[in-house]
Nanobody, 125 residues
Framework: VQLQASGGGLVQAGGSLRLSCAAS????????MAWFRQAPGKEREFVAA????????YYADSVKGRFTISRDNAKNTVYLQMNSLQPEDTAVYYC???????????????????WGQGTLVTVSS
């Protein structure tokens, strides 16, 4: 599966952005999908994940209540709606997929099998 993330940009604090991640490949609809982010000088961190059918989601505490992950399997796309953005949300955002369900949502980079190239989100104060 190949992933292509888009939708990043510059936004003022309090604003919103929606990221998209388009996938090619037949396993997308059965994969766990997630978003991670990496700020300058920091390690890549988990943001949100969604089950294969969109029925379950999981969020990092830092984004809970502000970000929403969703997916459209007919379009092979996963989304991240980001509201009430803050300067600390500035990072390169990556989408990722896990082929197998491990009984819980993975929050570590090593738990995901394929990655997109990243899209930059910059939040100004």
């Amino acid at each position: 599966v190949q992933l292509q993330a888009s939708g990043g940009g510059l936004v003022q604090a309090g604003g919103s952005l929606r990221l998209s991640c388009a996938a090619s490949g037949r396993t997308f609809s059965t994969s766990i999908m997630a978003w991670f982010r990496q700020a300058p000088g920091k390690e890549r961190e988990f943001v949100a994940a969604i089950s294969w059918n969109g029925g379950s989601t999981y969020y990092a505490d830092s984004v809970k209540g502000r970000f929403t992950i969703s997916r459209d399997n007919a379009k092979n796309t996963v989304y991240l709606q980001m509201n009430s953005l803050q300067p600390e949300d500035t990072a390169v955002y990556y989408c990722a997929g896990a082929t197998y369900w491990r009984g819980r949502f993975g929050t570590e980079v090593a738990e995901y099998d394929y990655w997109g190239q990243g899209t930059l989100v910059t939040v100004s104060s």
